[in-house]
């Protein structure tokens, strides 16, 4: 049985690289369920492309961010979790075209704490998602941004 299962096996492979080679199946068609959550124009979309169906907010999650940023070419965000088990951090720009900005995953006993610069078109929310336990949670803080950084 086992010899059978190659076999088959080494037909399908075959047969995939076959049609990948040709062209007539190219990735985005294979994995069409698959979204790119950085191609998101919205935060609604950035939060389905990542499978979040409800978050909790929370108050471990600190964000730290200038009230005011004078050039929002590269605003200066730092988010940390306190919350036990924390396995990823997400950093969005809600009214930026493109509003993921970042995506950090941490490993067992991590510091999960990020600091980063963020491009910024005009003021706006940024959001902090946290992965812990299998749940999301989220806290917001406005930035009020004087001169674009997207195009402005």
Same mark, same amino acid.
């Given at each position: 049985? $086992? *010899?059978?299962?190659?076999?088959? %096996?080494?037909?399908?492979?075959?047969?995939?690289?076959?049609?990948?080679?040709?062209?007539?199946?190219?990735? &985005?068609? =294979?994995?069409?369920? $698959?979204?790119? !959550?950085?191609?998101?124009?919205?935060?609604?979309?950035?939060?389905?492309?990542?499978?979040?169906?409800?978050? $909790?907010?929370?108050? *471990?999650?600190?964000? *730290?961010? !200038? #009230?005011? =940023?004078?050039?929002?070419?590269?605003?200066?965000?730092?988010?940390? &979790?306190?919350?036990?088990?924390? /396995?990823?951090?997400?950093?969005?720009? =809600?009214?930026? !075209? #493109? !509003?993921?900005?970042?995506?950090?995953?941490?490993? #067992?006993?991590? /510091?999960? &704490?990020? %600091? &980063?610069?963020?491009?910024?078109?005009?003021? /706006?929310?940024?959001?902090?998602?946290? *992965? =812990?336990?299998?749940?999301?949670?989220?806290?917001?803080? $406005?930035? #009020?941004? /004087?001169?674009?950084?997207?195009?402005?």
């Amino acid at each position: 049985m $086992e *010899r059978r299962s190659f076999l088959k %096996d080494c037909v399908v492979t075959g047969a995939t690289g076959a049609t990948f080679g040709a062209g007539l199946l190219t990735p &985005s068609i =294979a994995f069409a369920d $698959e979204f790119d !959550p950085f191609q998101a124009t919205s935060v609604d979309a950035v939060l389905k492309a990542l499978g979040v169906a409800g978050t $909790e907010a929370s108050d *471990r999650i600190k964000i *730290r961010a !200038p #009230k005011i =940023a004078e050039n929002g070419a590269a605003v200066p965000v730092g988010i940390t &979790s306190t919350i036990e088990g924390t /396995t990823e951090i997400i950093a969005i720009a =809600a009214a930026n !075209p #493109k !509003p993921l900005a970042a995506r950090y995953r941490f490993g #067992k006993g991590a /510091t999960t &704490s990020v %600091d &980063s610069r963020i491009k910024m078109g005009e003021t /706006t929310e940024v959001i902090a998602l946290v *992965r =812990a336990g299998g749940k999301y949670y989220m806290a917001k803080t $406005e930035v #009020k941004v /004087t001169l674009g950084g997207c195009g402005g």
